[in-house]
Protein backbone atom coordinates (compact mmCIF):
# COMPACT_ATOMS: atom_id res chain seq x y z
CA UNK A 1 0.00 0.00 0.00
CA UNK A 2 1.53 3.48 -0.84
CA UNK A 3 2.19 6.00 2.07
CA UNK A 4 0.18 8.75 2.32
CA UNK A 5 3.04 10.89 1.38
CA UNK A 6 2.51 9.09 -1.84
CA UNK A 7 -0.84 9.51 -2.66
CA UNK A 8 -0.75 12.82 -2.67
CA UNK A 9 2.06 13.12 -4.76
CA UNK A 10 0.18 11.23 -7.48
CA UNK A 11 -3.50 12.84 -7.01
CA UNK A 12 -2.49 16.29 -6.83
CA UNK A 13 -1.66 16.20 -10.47
CA UNK A 14 -4.63 14.63 -11.50
CA UNK A 15 -6.66 17.20 -9.69
CA UNK A 16 -5.19 20.05 -10.89
CA UNK A 17 -6.07 18.55 -14.49
CA UNK A 18 -9.53 17.76 -13.76
CA UNK A 19 -9.70 21.39 -12.52
CA UNK A 20 -8.50 23.02 -15.20
CA UNK A 21 -10.54 20.97 -17.55
CA UNK A 22 -13.67 21.95 -15.40
CA UNK A 23 -12.37 25.56 -16.53
CA UNK A 24 -12.09 24.78 -19.81
CA UNK A 25 -15.36 23.73 -20.08
CA UNK A 26 -17.36 26.29 -18.81
CA UNK A 27 -15.14 29.11 -20.42
CA UNK A 28 -15.38 27.10 -23.96
CA UNK A 29 -18.15 25.22 -23.66
CA UNK A 30 -18.72 21.33 -23.64
CA UNK A 31 -18.20 21.06 -27.75
CA UNK A 32 -14.00 20.23 -27.69
CA UNK A 33 -14.42 21.33 -31.37
CA UNK A 34 -13.87 24.58 -30.86
CA UNK A 35 -10.13 23.93 -29.73
CA UNK A 36 -8.95 22.88 -33.12
CA UNK A 37 -10.05 24.00 -36.50
CA UNK A 38 -8.51 25.13 -39.58
CA UNK A 39 -8.95 27.58 -42.21
CA UNK A 40 -7.69 28.28 -46.00
CA UNK A 41 -7.65 31.87 -47.24
CA UNK A 42 -7.02 32.67 -50.75
CA UNK A 43 -6.84 36.30 -51.76
CA UNK A 44 -6.10 38.38 -55.13
CA UNK A 45 -5.92 42.13 -55.94
CA UNK A 46 -5.26 43.92 -58.79
CA UNK A 47 -4.71 47.86 -59.42
CA UNK A 48 -3.93 50.38 -62.05
CA UNK A 49 -2.95 54.10 -61.01
CA UNK A 50 -1.62 57.04 -62.21
CA UNK A 51 -0.46 60.71 -60.87
CA UNK A 52 0.23 63.85 -62.81
CA UNK A 53 1.49 67.21 -61.33
CA UNK A 54 0.95 70.32 -63.62
CA UNK A 55 2.20 73.51 -62.52
CA UNK A 56 0.31 76.54 -63.41
CA UNK A 57 3.05 79.47 -62.12
CA UNK A 58 6.30 78.89 -61.04
CA UNK A 59 5.51 78.26 -57.36
CA UNK A 60 2.06 77.04 -57.79
CA UNK A 61 1.38 73.55 -59.01
CA UNK A 62 -1.79 71.13 -58.90
CA UNK A 63 -1.94 67.46 -58.37
CA UNK A 64 -4.41 65.01 -59.96
CA UNK A 65 -4.41 61.30 -59.39
CA UNK A 66 -6.43 58.05 -59.88
CA UNK A 67 -6.53 54.47 -58.72
CA UNK A 68 -8.46 51.60 -59.45
CA UNK A 69 -8.68 48.11 -57.20
CA UNK A 70 -10.18 44.99 -57.46
CA UNK A 71 -10.01 42.83 -55.11
CA UNK A 72 -11.13 39.37 -53.91
CA UNK A 73 -11.07 36.52 -51.37
CA UNK A 74 -12.46 33.11 -51.20
CA UNK A 75 -12.09 31.86 -47.22
CA UNK A 76 -13.29 27.34 -46.41
CA UNK A 77 -12.49 26.04 -42.79
CA UNK A 78 -12.77 22.55 -41.92
CA UNK A 79 -11.73 20.68 -38.34
CA UNK A 80 -9.96 17.59 -36.82
CA UNK A 81 -13.60 16.49 -35.69
CA UNK A 82 -16.28 14.80 -37.25
CA UNK A 83 -18.22 18.48 -37.46
CA UNK A 84 -19.53 19.13 -41.19
CA UNK A 85 -17.03 21.85 -42.64
CA UNK A 86 -19.14 24.82 -43.66
CA UNK A 87 -19.84 26.63 -47.35
CA UNK A 88 -16.79 28.52 -48.54
CA UNK A 89 -17.10 32.14 -48.35
CA UNK A 90 -16.48 34.44 -51.45
CA UNK A 91 -16.29 38.08 -51.28
CA UNK A 92 -15.27 40.49 -53.99
CA UNK A 93 -14.84 44.29 -53.58
CA UNK A 94 -13.47 47.38 -55.56
CA UNK A 95 -13.18 50.71 -55.82
CA UNK A 96 -12.35 54.23 -58.02
CA UNK A 97 -10.02 56.34 -55.38
CA UNK A 98 -9.18 59.86 -56.33
CA UNK A 99 -6.19 62.57 -55.07
CA UNK A 100 -6.43 65.99 -55.65
CA UNK A 101 -4.20 68.57 -53.94
CA UNK A 102 -2.40 72.47 -54.58
CA UNK A 103 0.86 73.22 -53.71
CA UNK A 104 2.60 76.60 -53.58
CA UNK A 105 6.65 77.22 -53.31
CA UNK A 106 7.08 80.76 -52.28
CA UNK A 107 10.44 79.91 -51.85
CA UNK A 108 12.90 77.53 -52.59
CA UNK A 109 12.96 75.95 -48.74
CA UNK A 110 9.01 76.48 -48.23
CA UNK A 111 6.08 74.50 -49.59
CA UNK A 112 2.42 75.40 -48.09
CA UNK A 113 0.16 72.56 -49.81
CA UNK A 114 -3.76 71.53 -49.24
CA UNK A 115 -4.60 67.71 -51.00
CA UNK A 116 -7.80 65.25 -50.91
CA UNK A 117 -7.14 61.84 -50.83
CA UNK A 118 -9.26 58.70 -50.81
CA UNK A 119 -8.63 55.49 -49.26
CA UNK A 120 -10.03 52.12 -49.53
CA UNK A 121 -8.96 48.88 -47.35
CA UNK A 122 -10.73 45.80 -49.09
CA UNK A 123 -13.65 43.28 -47.61
CA UNK A 124 -12.07 40.44 -46.18
CA UNK A 125 -14.15 37.05 -44.43
CA UNK A 126 -14.18 35.97 -41.27
CA UNK A 127 -13.07 32.81 -39.90
CA UNK A 128 -14.85 32.84 -36.03
CA UNK A 129 -17.57 30.46 -36.78
CA UNK A 130 -15.19 27.87 -38.58
CA UNK A 131 -14.37 26.30 -35.21
CA UNK A 132 -17.68 25.14 -34.73
CA UNK A 133 -18.10 23.79 -38.31
CA UNK A 134 -21.02 26.54 -38.80
CA UNK A 135 -21.41 28.77 -41.60
CA UNK A 136 -19.17 31.59 -41.49
CA UNK A 137 -19.81 34.84 -40.19
CA UNK A 138 -20.88 37.45 -42.33
CA UNK A 139 -18.02 38.79 -44.73
CA UNK A 140 -16.53 42.43 -43.79
CA UNK A 141 -17.06 44.66 -45.78
CA UNK A 142 -14.59 47.33 -48.14
CA UNK A 143 -13.79 50.65 -45.68
CA UNK A 144 -13.17 54.12 -47.56
CA UNK A 145 -11.56 56.97 -46.53
CA UNK A 146 -12.31 60.53 -47.31
CA UNK A 147 -8.84 62.10 -46.39
CA UNK A 148 -8.53 66.58 -45.67
CA UNK A 149 -5.07 67.47 -44.68
CA UNK A 150 -3.03 71.18 -44.90
CA UNK A 151 0.55 71.93 -44.43
CA UNK A 152 3.62 73.64 -44.11
CA UNK A 153 7.22 71.60 -45.42
CA UNK A 154 10.23 73.67 -44.80
CA UNK A 155 13.75 72.58 -45.48
CA UNK A 156 17.82 73.64 -45.79
CA UNK A 157 20.48 72.05 -45.06
CA UNK A 158 20.73 70.98 -42.34
CA UNK A 159 17.21 71.92 -41.10
CA UNK A 160 13.64 70.12 -41.54
CA UNK A 161 10.59 70.96 -40.21
CA UNK A 162 6.86 69.67 -41.25
CA UNK A 163 3.48 71.05 -40.00
CA UNK A 164 0.23 69.04 -41.05
CA UNK A 165 -3.78 69.71 -40.22
CA UNK A 166 -5.67 66.37 -40.97
CA UNK A 167 -9.42 65.16 -41.17
CA UNK A 168 -10.11 61.63 -41.89
CA UNK A 169 -14.31 60.78 -42.16
CA UNK A 170 -14.48 56.91 -42.69
CA UNK A 171 -17.25 54.89 -44.03
CA UNK A 172 -17.67 51.29 -43.03
CA UNK A 173 -14.45 51.27 -41.08
CA UNK A 174 -13.18 48.16 -39.49
CA UNK A 175 -12.26 47.09 -36.14
CA UNK A 176 -11.91 44.06 -34.06
CA UNK A 177 -14.31 42.41 -31.78
CA UNK A 178 -13.92 40.27 -29.03
CA UNK A 179 -16.20 36.96 -29.07
CA UNK A 180 -15.62 34.75 -26.44
CA UNK A 181 -12.20 33.04 -27.19
CA UNK A 182 -11.97 34.43 -30.75
CA UNK A 183 -10.87 37.90 -32.09
CA UNK A 184 -13.25 38.85 -35.61
CA UNK A 185 -13.15 41.92 -37.48
CA UNK A 186 -16.43 44.12 -38.53
CA UNK A 187 -17.62 47.16 -39.85
CA UNK A 188 -18.59 49.83 -37.14
CA UNK A 189 -20.06 52.16 -39.80
CA UNK A 190 -18.60 55.65 -39.74
CA UNK A 191 -15.71 57.61 -37.72
CA UNK A 192 -14.22 61.12 -37.91
CA UNK A 193 -10.71 61.62 -36.90
CA UNK A 194 -8.88 65.20 -36.64
CA UNK A 195 -5.15 66.34 -35.53
CA UNK A 196 -1.91 67.82 -36.09
CA UNK A 197 1.12 66.17 -36.46
CA UNK A 198 4.71 68.45 -36.05
CA UNK A 199 7.73 66.89 -37.00
CA UNK A 200 11.56 67.90 -36.90
CA UNK A 201 15.21 67.11 -38.33
CA UNK A 202 18.37 68.72 -37.10
CA UNK A 203 21.63 67.52 -38.27
CA UNK A 204 24.72 68.14 -36.04
CA UNK A 205 28.59 67.80 -36.90
CA UNK A 206 30.18 64.30 -36.73
CA UNK A 207 27.32 62.72 -38.19
CA UNK A 208 25.05 63.22 -34.75
CA UNK A 209 21.49 64.58 -35.43
CA UNK A 210 18.40 65.67 -33.44
CA UNK A 211 14.99 64.12 -34.49
CA UNK A 212 11.05 65.06 -32.27
CA UNK A 213 8.08 65.22 -33.16
CA UNK A 214 4.63 65.08 -32.00
CA UNK A 215 0.80 64.13 -32.35
CA UNK A 216 -2.32 65.75 -31.36
CA UNK A 217 -6.35 64.57 -31.79
CA UNK A 218 -8.42 66.30 -30.33
CA UNK A 219 -11.38 64.77 -31.97
CA UNK A 220 -11.48 60.80 -32.58
CA UNK A 221 -14.99 59.47 -32.53
CA UNK A 222 -17.71 57.60 -34.01
CA UNK A 223 -20.57 58.83 -35.77
CA UNK A 224 -21.89 55.66 -36.31
CA UNK A 225 -21.81 52.36 -34.93
Not at 18 to 43: D, E, F, H, V, Y
Not at 88 to 94: C, E, G, K, L, T
Not at 160 to 166: G, H, K, P, V
Request: glycine share 8%; net charge negative.
Amino acid sequence: MPKSGEQEHHVAPRLAAASMAMIACGILGTNPATLRSLTKNLSHSFAGFGEATYELTEQLSVIAGLRYTYDSEESTGTNSFALPDADPVNINSSATTVRFGLKYRPIDSLDLYATFSQGYQAGVTTNSNWNNGGAASDPVNPQYLDAYEAGVKFSQPGVSMNLAAFFYKYDDIVVQRYTGITIESQNAAAAEVFGVDFDMNINLPEGFGIAGGFSWLPKSKYTKY
